[in-house]
């Protein structure tokens, strides 16, 4: 895994702790888990497209 894709995974687990985190303190947010999806997605086909 390049630096990049690895900054990306780090990115996507924390936005999933974030997320987690804010709707245990304040309730659910729809708009923030399908924005964590998105970049959970993109994560996923940046992986794919990567040369190993």
Do not use: E, I, P
């Amino acid at each position: 895994m390049s630096g990049s894709t690895k900054t990306m995974g780090v990115m996507t687990v924390g936005a999933l702790v974030a997320v987690t985190a804010y709707t245990v303190a304040l309730g659910s947010n729809g708009w923030l888990w399908f924005g964590w999806v998105v970049l959970g997605l993109a994560t996923l086909g940046v992986l794919a497209t990567r040369d190993t």
